[in-house]
């Protein structure tokens, strides 16, 4: 068997999977903010006509998944693979929309990571002839995971200045074979689990960062390439404190990460008048702004390159509650558009 | 690009991946069962010498990863991928040992199907050259899984007729490219996600089976094969109502499961006398009898070709509570031994 590798971590496709369509489906927030004309749907309130917040979720990550198909001109059952996740305790949102959507359906979970992981593995699907089109999904929902990790909405608990605000949305990528794709994937580096010893569950930035230098380290040393190399490298939900310490680390490893060839999903997407605080995050945070912000950009032609990663914290309620450490991981993969 | 499929939702593996080693690890119930002599090792209690149940699975997974990749004489720096989930929130005892492991870790989530959703993607990466060897791993532990979504162990509830019993274990494999492994996997058929409205939280089986039936027709049809192809068809955690629901299910379909080609993972683990009502549950479950049992008829030559299928019920305790029915889903290879 041929391998598609480079150094230790490194992925290539040799077939140039291509991202065929993508859509982006927010909430209120997220649509009053600068990427607005990027998404496909604002949903008006947060409820999004269901009776409860998970339902919301549940329904405005079908509502991505078919606006990508449709964008694509491809009906579900043309589709022959989902790839997905969310943040709600076993990924009801993604399990739920796979069943309305009938495709062949695997879960997956890497926090906010989640939609990095799903187009790596979609892209192995599709490079690799097990699949194509493949549907790649990953959206996350503030009212729900406000209750779920934190507390109820209705406690009005107050925020710590290091916490980020989960995006309310999902993100939805169809990848296949095409002559004539939105964006090609080249290359992928999925990450390792690293733990620096970060315990505060409203610092998710700080816990991230390591696993996107771990990542970003492997990737420049599989490949040989330099920040450089790419017109863009973005991190998907760091925020604020977290890209200050990946470009720190960074630095240290002798890569320069600056203003111009260096951004975050979550410092991006919301208003800063709506103080968020130390940033968006969540699934959506990544997931969304490559639909509204990214691809477009490589459309247009004004990134050719750009290294794409996004980054999970791993913890639960329950690993908090009994003392764990949190863990983060980072994927990361190259989006190139027609030269 | 090559397209490696057959009919709708079937994949064929040119390169056949093979099964270089297996582990299992289980709770002391499960060890004192019909399949003990097949397990790698027997925790005296469930708590594995830890603080908590959370801590004992997760210590539990990673000694299951660790004996695998001993078995196999490699270290976890050889191994490029790892992928794997279990039943806990966040998938946490799966995230924690990737990183202890510090191997590249793509989290899953299939509930009881994880270890075939697992083994699918693994072997893409294998037969594809994009990662070889890939770690595999799915675990439970009835103690969390009880806290979790029903009651924690000290209120003492009455367990229903229809309820099964979470396997305590995890199971792994090591897959890769070799000249003469255990098994190898020749075909994958992902399913689809099904829900016939049961609500009953307490009767996975029933939820689980036309799942089960929709993915085995998939296969038949797309192969043309027939039950009769196969030494062994294995469903994963049915139990005893799941598995009678998908006999019929199949036998209205003219395809016919018998005492003879059919077994499920559920009802073979446990020790009759240890009343378990409809049978054992659980990720662990399908997991840690392919390794103790499944795998050795396979090396042994008892078993030419099987069929092998991980059930999984998609629920949440929050989607239980908002009324929200129970969509299955399952995910089949076929494993070969050598001819």
Not at 2 to 15: C, E, L, N, S, W
Not at 223 to 243: E, H, N
Not at 309 to 328: D, H, R, V
Request: hydrophobic content about 40%.
């Amino acid at each position: 068997m041929a391998q598609h590798r480079i150094g230790k971590q490194t992925i290539v496709f040799p077939g140039k999977p291509g991202i065929l369509s993508s859509a982006a489906v927010v909430g209120p927030k997220e649509g009053r903010g600068p990427l607005a004309d990027g998404f496909d749907l604002v949903v008006n309130d947060a409820l999004f006509n269901q009776e409860s917040y998970e339902q919301a979720e549940h329904a405005i990550f079908r509502e991505a998944c078919e606006k990508c198909l449709k964008k694509g001109n491809f009906s579900n059952t043309d589709v022959q693979a989902m790839l997905g996740g969310d943040l709600l305790n076993q990924i009801m949102a993604a399990s739920l929309s796979a069943r309305e959507l009938s495709i062949p359906f695997l879960g997956l979970y890497g926090a906010c990571s989640t939609i990095a992981e799903s187009l790596i593995l979609g892209a192995i699907l599709v490079d690799g002839g097990y699949a194509a089109p493949v549907l790649c999904a990953a959206g996350s929902h503030f009212c729900t995971a406000e209750r779920q990790y934190r507390y109820p909405l209705e406690y009005g608990n107050q925020r710590t200045p290091a916490a980020q605000w989960t995006v309310t949305g999902t993100g939805a990528c169809l990848l296949g074979a095409s002559s004539n794709p939105w964006a090609r994937i080249t290359h992928a580096t999925a990450g390792r689990v690293v733990d620096m010893g970060i315990k505060d569950a409203n610092n998710m930035g700080a816990a991230m960062a390591p696993a996107a230098a771990d990542t970003l380290i492997a990737h420049f040393r599989d490949t040989g390439r330099t920040p450089q190399d790419y017109d863009q490298i973005i991190s998907g939900d760091l925020g604020r404190i977290g890209s200050e310490i990946l470009t720190e680390l960074m630095k240290k490893n002798d890569y320069l990460l600056t203003q111009d060839n260096y951004m975050d999903c979550g410092l991006k997407i919301f208003d800063p008048r709506d103080d968020v605080h130390a940033g968006g995050s969540g699934c959506g945070c990544s997931a969304t702004t490559l639909s509204a912000y990214i691809l477009p950009k490589i459309r247009k032609r004004e990134w050719k390159r750009v290294l794409f990663m996004a980054t999970g914290a791993l913890l639960s309620t329950t690993t908090s509650q009994q003392g764990e450490t949190i863990p983060g991981v980072a994927h990361a993969l190259v989006l190139e558009g027609e030269m």
